[in-house]
């Protein structure tokens, strides 16, 4: 994920700020999912509620992690990528392929989940000391291409050698499971598991790595980044790379991008951070980028 601190994922937590009883018009709920903080910011509602509808869209978003996490090596995705065959795919990995496969075809391949293969292999190079030429590195962008990826009800089928990371759609599609979850039962809230995104009518501000704000009136909002993110303390790639060229974009530049839906802000974020625009099929979309 884009944003990833250095946590184990041991267990969830909760806290709580503020409810109306003591005149506080929102309730912070707060938990740990793929590694890093999520949070729930709730209004107009008494913090005994909030509590319980934060633990239980939290076990939602839970059930989602076990299918998409690259740590977990049970997970769907890690037995996909380490058999390169994974039957009767659930129907939450399938719908987030589909929409990793229209991304792909509508970024003309810049957005390629596949790059993880090349990416892995990067690291490992970089964490043994060496340094790939130019040859060796485009000999193993080879394996790159989300297209060869055979995805059915059915079965999913990698092409040999190749590995996939959902990390630049995941948190968009919980994010977006965990508003579904709570629109019917809340009147305002910001939800935060990975991306933003808004219940209601009433805007929230948002604070981007500290240097702007942004007010969203029920929409989503993801921020792409390689900053701190650098494969070695000596490298120029982060865990962004262009699945062309192998090269990362400069770990200065963020982007952030509000979209209907936080699983496409979260894609068009990683597009637009590799140099991409938006595609004309997505009109709504809203993208800003500075350097830190």
């Not at 938990?31 to 509590?51: C, H, N, P, Y």
């Not at 990390?167 to 965990?178: F, K, L, R, W």
């Amino acid at each position: 994920m884009k944003r990833r601190h250095a946590l184990s994922l041991i267990g969830g937590f909760t806290s709580f700020s503020g409810c109306r009883a003591e005149g506080r018009e929102e309730v912070l709920w707060r938990g740990i999912l793929f590694g890093i903080e999520v949070s729930i910011r709730f209004r107009e509602l008494l913090t005994a509620d909030a509590k319980a509808l934060g633990e239980e869209a939290h076990a939602l978003a839970r059930k989602k992690e076990a299918i998409f996490s690259l740590w977990d090596e049970n997970s769907e995705l890690r037995r996909l990528n380490r058999d390169g065959k994974l039957t009767a795919p659930s129907q939450d990995l399938f719908k987030a392929l589909q929409l990793a496969k229209e991304l792909h075809q509508k970024s003309q391949g810049l957005f390629d989940p596949s790059v993880h293969s090349y990416l892995e292999w990067l690291k490992a190079e970089l964490a043994e000391g060496r340094d790939p030429t130019s040859a060796e590195k485009k000999k193993r962008r080879s394996l790159v291409d989300f297209s060869q990826v055979q995805i059915t009800r059915q079965s999913v089928t990698l092409p040999p050698g190749g590995e996939l990371s959902l990390n630049g759609i995941a948190q968009g599609y919980i994010t977006d499971a965990v508003h579904d979850f709570l629109k019917p039962r809340v009147s305002s809230a910001l939800v935060n598991f990975g991306e933003y995104r808004v219940i209601g009518q009433r805007p929230f501000p948002v604070e981007i790595q500290g240097t702007q704000e942004s007010l969203m009136l029920d929409r989503a909002l993801a921020v792409s980044s390689g900053s701190g993110q650098r494969l070695t303390t000596i490298s120029k790639e982060n865990h962004l790379i262009d699945p062309f060229s192998g090269d990362s974009p400069p770990s200065r530049r963020i982007v952030a991008v509000e979209a209907e839906t936080a699983w496409l802000a979260d894609a068009l974020a990683t597009i637009v951070a590799l140099g991409g625009e938006v595609p004309p099929s997505y009109p709504g979309a809203v993208v800003r980028s500075w350097d830190l």
